[in-house]
């Protein structure tokens, strides 16, 4: 877990080589090109770039439009203004009709920094996931975000793709496998379960870590996809492990902490405990301070397991 | 130009309208008076100028039309089954259960219909995609969106516009159903949109006003988009809101009210009986 890079720098490389394999992507942004990285395929094929200027229902609508002409559009713009100013372009233009567009949000999360509250989309996971059928992706490195990419190309319909601006551990080899709606078991561990998603399966990771020095073996699930959400794998998670973590860059309202205990009460309740932003706006300030602050580092997670694990 | 059977227009229009309001009375709700008045342009469109089969609805380089005040369905509904795209006993089943017209148009259920409205400026985004994909693809055929005037005062169509004008989409064509009434009144009392030809030129925009009721004027300002380059057009359509049934016509109260029984059968004596 050495090598850090930003899930969006990873977009931007991976569309530029579907673009050389998928003649239909079509890419489109909101002025915003240099910072969600769609400027990296601007310049392989500008024919096949489309700058929307700063109107984001309108890219959303254009990309819509596409979709009914056979292309496969990836629209890009920061995770806030995607989910939020263009929500009901998304829900009625692209997802009523099922049409194939790649909503890919970049800087998503407390981690934006020091842009502060307004830019920090910490309620996205929960709007895209209540729209009928939007597939929800947060990749957690710049490995599975590469692969997510290709994934989205191959899937027709929409997809909400969430990526961040902060530099990240590369916790994945190559060769590992992403599939839509299938969760990962990072590391096994059969005392507690840490099921996270996006930036928090690193943390997640290193909370394990911190746990093993106690001589708890905890579980990690990388849950890339919020939905469909893998079931099979988090009622497993529960039925072994008897106590759940959940851990999201998300408020713990309607993202991964709330799609993970609808599973679990349906299926397997057991104790549970959800880390996230408390139902709070952001603030300015460096990531790692953030991070700190709203309670979502290693340190953190590692608390939240050893409560879990006295309720069994 | 081949010649133009006026009176075959007239006639496809005036049963357009009947369409209309009996699969509004048959449903009980749904939206007369802008559905009446875009009759006219719709018969152009479909009759005349479109490159559409009914038989392969999904053909390859067709025309496109996008009816992006998607409340006026009855009107789009009633011109896919006079054109064949369905029977027009559908018509009778509008907004029930189970039916496939629904109370705003349907990509995934109506054969002929190529996005999804209802939700007022979506449609008319939608058409800056499909006029981009066509340039893309190295295509001619056209895109065609029809818009309310109460529609207009949404930023999205705004966003649209100013994209199209960007991308000099002369392969997109809109019209303004220009029957100067919304819901709450008259556009000029709720939100004026004037200058409304001033602002579309603005926007990068070759504007056509016409009276939206004469098929010779409709024809010309069709022919003639097709022959600007480099930009869009857009037809301002001067237009009666419930245009064809004369207790319905520029009374703000039938935007979206469904005649009853009698009120339907006076109207369809008016259109020349059943
Ligand atoms: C975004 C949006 N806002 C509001 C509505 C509700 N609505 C339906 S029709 C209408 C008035 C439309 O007026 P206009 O575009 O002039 O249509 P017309 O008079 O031709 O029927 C409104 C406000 C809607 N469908 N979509």
Redesign the interface.
């Known amino acids: 877990m050495s090598e850090k890079i930003a899930t969006r720098e990873a977009y931007g490389k991976a569309l530029v080589d579907l673009g050389k394999v998928n003649e239909k992507v079509?890419v489109l942004d909101a002025d915003l090109s240099k910072s969600t990285k769609t400027a990296t395929f601007k310049k392989e094929f500008p024919?096949?770039f489309?700058n929307?200027?700063i109107?984001e229902?309108?890219l959303?609508?254009?990309?819509?439009?596409?979709?009914?002409?056979?292309?496969i559009?990836f629209a890009s713009t920061f995770a806030m203004f995607a989910s939020g100013r263009a929500f009901?372009?998304i829900r009625?233009?692209i997802c009523?009709?099922?049409l194939n567009v790649k909503v890919c949000a970049t800087h998503a999360g407390i981690t934006v920094g020091e842009d502060g509250a307004s830019h920090q989309a910490l309620e996205d996971l929960a709007i895209m996931r209540a729209i009928p059928n939007m597939v929800v992706l947060n990749p957690a490195d710049a490995v599975s975000a590469k692969k997510a990419v290709f994934a989205m190309a191959e899937y027709d319909g929409p997809v909400y793709s969430r990526f961040g601006r902060a530099a990240v551990p590369v916790i994945y080899d190559e060769d590992m496998e992403f599939e839509i709606g299938k969760g990962i078991e990072v590391k096994e561990g059969k005392d507690v379960t840490i099921i996270a998603t996006g930036i928090m399966v690193a943390e997640a990771l290193e909370a394990r870590e911190l746990l093993l020095k106690e001589g708890i073996k905890a579980r990690v699930i990388d849950i890339h996809t919020i939905k469909p959400i893998d079931e099979e794998i988090i009622i497993k998670a529960a039925k072994e492990t008897g106590a759940i973590v959940t851990a999201e860059e998300h408020n713990i309202i309607g993202g991964l902490g709330s799609a993970v205990a609808e599973v679990l009460t349906e299926n397997k309740p057991v104790p549970m405990k959800r880390i996230g932003t408390k139902d709070t706006f952001g603030e300015s300030g460096k990531p790692n301070e953030l991070m700190e602050k709203y309670g979502l580092t290693a340190a953190h997670i590692a608390e939240a397991v050893k409560e879990v694990i006295n309720k069994k | 130009m081949a010649k133009v059977d006026y009176e075959k227009l007239k006639n496809i229009a005036t049963e357009i309208r009947k369409g209309i309001i009996k699969s509004i009375n048959a449903a009980g709700s749904g939206h007369p008076g802008g559905s009446l008045s875009a009759a006219d342009i719709l018969t152009v469109l479909y009759f005349y100028k479109m490159k559409v089969d009914p038989k392969n609805p999904k053909m390859e380089d067709r025309d496109r039309f996008v009816l992006s005040k998607g409340h006026a369905a009855p009107v789009l509904y009633a011109t896919l089954a006079e054109k064949g795209f369905f029977s027009k006993e559908e018509l009778l089943k509008l907004r029930h259960m189970g039916s496939m017209l629904q109370g705003h148009p349907?990509?995934?259920k109506v054969p002929g219909i190529?996005?999804?409205t209802?939700?007022l400026?979506?449609g008319?985004?939608?058409?800056?995609?499909?006029?981009?994909?066509?340039k893309?693809?190295k295509k001619d055929n056209r895109i065609y969106a029809l818009l309310g005037d109460g529609e207009v005062q949404e930023?999205?169509v705004w966003?649209?516009a100013?994209?199209a004008g960007?991308?000099k989409l002369d392969n997109l064509t809109a019209i303004l159903d220009y029957n100067g009434m919304q819901i709450d009144g008259k556009n000029d009392e709720v939100m004026t949109i004037n200058p409304i030809k001033e602002k579309w030129e603005s926007f990068g925009w070759y504007v056509i006003e016409i009276d939206g009721h004469n098929f010779e004027e409709i024809i010309k300002a069709f022919d003639k988009a097709e022959t600007i380059k480099d930009k869009p057009t857009m037809i301002i359509a001067k237009t009666i809101k419930g245009k064809g049934v004369s207790f319905m016509e520029n009374q703000v109260g039938w935007h979206g009210t469904a005649p009853k029984d009698e009120e339907a059968e006076k109207a369809l004596k008016e259109l020349g009986g059943c």
Do not use: P, W
Not at chain 1, 60 to 71: D, L, R, S, V, Y
Not at chain 2, 126 to 132: K, N, Q
């Open positions: 079509v024919n096949r489309f929307m200027g109107a229902q309108n959303m609508g254009t990309a819509a439009g596409f979709a009914t002409c056979g292309k559009s009901e372009i009625n233009s009523y009709s099922n | 349907d990509m995934k190529e996005i999804s209802g939700s400026g979506q008319f985004s939608c058409s800056i995609g499909m006029a981009l994909a066509a893309l693809d930023g999205l966003e649209a100013m994209a960007h991308y």
